[in-house]
């Protein structure tokens, strides 16, 4: 089992893939304090996720804890076919997309497009952009099924990259033929979140919720990922739909200018922590270490602006999945987060005045558990309890009891929060033996403070009990 008080108040989530797909690895990782498991939908397939989902799971058991599965839509994107190898291009050289599920050979700079709708909506002089910017590409020439463009930056193009028309949407459908595969690999797996990908209005989220509603996935939390024009445009209300956002840093960086990213994570996070969300910051955290065992200079003051910000949960991407140091990668996130925390003081929203008494309930609980330095354990059935201790951000230790192993999984993303298994599915049993639990394995000592408390979901009744251990 892991030791709780090691554990880090920022949250820390991995992706998986080739470079991280093995059972001692993932292990490593959640000894390091890894929380969130993310599976992109965008490549492999479904024996290849499975394989995936196994792992986790093996290793969660095996370590008795609780971790998050997350899973990835493509989304309504554009993305270009199958390429054996890569394509190189220099700057200035031109290549051709055409309308093809795949190529057979790269020599030709022939770039497979299975999207009919690209080319119907691309025009001369529109700006393509791939690989988080990496690579940008201008149209020349356009055709009903073959375009020319001219590379803008020096690129080496693979299978399946997400193509960005820079400024512009050309109105996808919300779900795709793999989304929806990806959905019922999903439920079928008893995944914990679905990240909405290119999420562009308050109907792309309550679409996706009522489809896993359909399919048996009620219980699967939503994270709309913010990385479009039109998601800047609705966050108030993506927000108030949805479980939790991430800021997708690659693919605003793609749809606004590099310049704009900083600014855009800050309003991203301020609308997040004011509504009580969890929020997720990814993309390029420690890009340099897909190849180098230490980070830049710059990456480091990132992290450490992020953990500043208050955020809920770090993510790596590429870092853990197809880069040379994944282990390496969390174990410098690891060691800035908790360098800076304990300097940090916790960051908190001051409640609007017409909040709801369960939001008011759980500041109350926070500033009585503080002014006695006692830590908080509180049981929840559905999460939500802990989810409105956690948006307060308590300058104390937060234990989290529930009989219901997906809860535990669920609330495992938010900032501070150290889950607790117990047997009872009874609110004041399930408190007194987590009580007892957290003191048989050393982490309540004599004299210690702890505040137990607990709200029923559906009665305007909630408990407090302080008690110092004997």
């Not at 992706?15 to 059972?23: K, V």
């Not at 463009?149 to 193009?157: D, F, G, M, Q, S």
Request: hydrophobic share 45%; proline share 3%; no cysteine.
């Amino acid at each position: 089992m892991i030791v709780l008080k090691d554990m880090l108040r920022v949250k820390i989530a991995v992706t998986i893939g080739p470079s991280s797909s093995d059972l001692e690895k993932i292990k490593e990782f959640i000894k390091l304090g890894v929380f969130a498991f993310r599976i992109n939908f965008s490549h492999g397939d479904a024996e290849e996720w499975k394989k995936y989902v196994d792992l986790v799971k093996d290793a969660s058991t095996s370590l008795d804890s609780h971790v998050a599965l997350i899973g990835d839509l493509p989304g309504p994107s554009i993305r270009i076919g199958e390429i054996p190898g890569k394509i190189v291009l220099n700057r200035d050289e031109e290549a051709k997309i055409i309308y093809a599920e795949k190529v057979g050979d790269v020599e030709d700079r022939i770039i497979p497009m299975p999207l009919s709708l690209f080319f119907k909506n691309v025009k001369v002089g529109d700006v393509l952009i791939m690989d988080d910017g990496k690579i940008q590409m201008m149209v020349r020439d356009v055709g009903d099924r073959e375009i020319v463009v001219k590379a803008l930056t020096n690129a080496e193009i693979s299978s399946r990259k997400a193509v960005v028309i820079k400024g512009r949407d050309i109105g996808l459908p919300t779900f795709s033929k793999r989304d929806i595969e990806a959905l019922r690999f999903s439920v079928k797996n008893d995944f914990d979140y679905i990240g909405l990908s290119y999420v562009r209005n308050i109907g792309d989220v309550e679409l996706l919720k009522s489809t896993l509603a359909s399919i048996g996935g009620r219980e699967i939390g939503v994270i709309s990922k913010i990385e479009t024009v039109q998601a800047i445009n609705n966050l108030s209300d993506i927000s108030e739909s949805s479980d939790a956002l991430l800021v997708a840093r690659g693919d605003l960086g793609m749809h606004f200018g590099l310049e704009q990213v900083p600014r855009l994570q800050e309003q991203i996070t301020e609308i997040a922590l004011a509504k009580g969300k969890p929020i997720i910051v990814a993309t390029q955290l420690l890009a340099s270490m897909m190849e180098n065992t230490v980070p830049t200079r710059s990456e480091i003051v990132d992290i450490l602006t992020a953990v500043k910000d208050g955020v809920d949960m770090l993510m790596l991407t590429g870092e853990t999945a197809v880069g040379k140091h994944p282990i390496e990668a969390v174990e410098w996130l690891k060691r800035v987060i908790e360098t800076y925390e304990p300097i940090i003081k916790p960051r908190r929203i001051k409640l609007p005045s017409n909040v709801d008494i369960r939001d008011r309930f759980a500041e109350g609980i926070t500033m009585l558990a503080e002014s006695l330095g006692a830590s908080i354990i509180i049981y929840t059935k559905s999460g939500r309890g802990a989810l409105r201790i956690s948006r307060n951000r308590p300058n104390v230790k937060v234990y989290v009891a529930s009989g219901y192993e997906k809860t535990l999984r669920k609330i495992s993303i938010l900032w501070g929060v150290i889950t607790v298994k117990v047997d009872s599915e009874d609110y004041l049993e399930g408190l007194e033996e987590a009580f007892n639990k957290l003191k048989d394995r050393g982490e309540l000592k004599i004299g210690d403070v702890v505040v137990l408390t607990y709200g029923l979901k559906d009665e305007p009744l909630h408990l407090v009990k302080i008690i110092q251990v004997k």
